[in-house]
């Protein structure tokens, strides 16, 4: 079946330990990208990947990093984490498509909530 | 990317049409207009997109505007399970890792 997983599916931590959560695709996708989801803010960006080794920051990439070393894998590593960063979490990934951008739907992994004390 | 405007809730009964509406004054030639949902407890999934002429798949159907500053899904035949948020998103790229940009989107009830 294809699909976006994610893990853990919830994780309660204390500021400033470090946590990893970790995305993975069977889809041969090209492009992955990190969300989170507040109320009242919606689902924003947190950094995407074209491809391995290529990462690039969206609209709210502070307190985060990411790594592409495999293309189905794309971590989202919080190295020192903050109560601010307490929220739901979503990978998603999709194909790269033909003239240098991409239209392809892009598929969601089933969230991850993350709760920093 | 250019913004989009939908209505916060609608409500329809099971077994019933039901058309979602959006508008986006300000799309540019490029931008393409999707429409994801997502379901509660789940993360968004695709439901249909288009760029200037109406599209049809298994899930809705989507109908631009002539001169594109607005779109309606339309749900030929609700069920309890359409139950979700739907977001109309615009992007000059489509749905690639430059990312998609989710407004509040259209809370939908389905009444039994």
């Known amino acids: 079946e294809a699909q976006v997983t994610q893990n853990p599916r919830y994780l309660i931590t204390v500021t400033g330990k470090k946590l990893t959560v970790t995305c993975s695709q069977n889809?041969?996708?090209?492009?992955m990208s990190w969300y989170r989801q507040d109320p009242g803010l919606g689902l924003r960006q947190i950094y995407y990947?074209?491809?391995?080794?290529?990462?690039d920051k969206g609209d709210v990439p502070e307190g985060y990093k990411v790594s592409r070393k495999e293309k189905r894998n794309f971590p989202l590593i919080l190295e020192s984490p903050s109560p601010n960063q307490t929220s739901l979490y979503f990978c998603?990934?999709?194909?790269?498509?033909?003239?240098?951008?991409?239209?392809?739907?892009?598929?969601f992994g089933p969230g991850t909530r993350l709760t920093v004390l | 990317d250019a913004k989009t405007t939908q209505p916060n809730s609608m409500e329809s009964n099971e077994e019933e049409p039901v058309h979602l509406p959006c508008n986006h004054s300000?799309?540019?030639?490029?931008?393409?207009i999707h429409w994801y949902r997502q379901l509660p407890s789940q993360g968004p999934e695709y439901v249909i997109h288009?760029?200037?002429s109406n599209v049809n798949n298994r899930m809705a159907s989507l109908a631009i505007a002539e001169d594109r500053k607005s779109s309606t899904l339309i749900l030929h035949r609700a069920t309890l399970r359409d139950a979700a948020v739907y977001y109309c998103?615009?992007?000059?790229?489509?749905?690639?890792?430059?990312?998609?940009?989710f407004g509040k989107g259209t809370h939908l009830i389905i009444q039994p």
């Open positions: 998103i615009l992007s000059y790229a489509g749905g690639g890792a430059d990312g998609l940009t």
């Open positions: 998603a990934s999709s194909f790269r498509g033909t003239g240098g951008y991409s239209y392809n739907e892009q598929f």
């Open positions: 288009g760029l200037t």
């Open positions: 889809m041969n996708h090209e492009y």
């Open positions: 300000t799309i540019s030639g490029t931008d393409y």
């Open positions: 990947s074209m491809n391995v080794e290529v990462t």
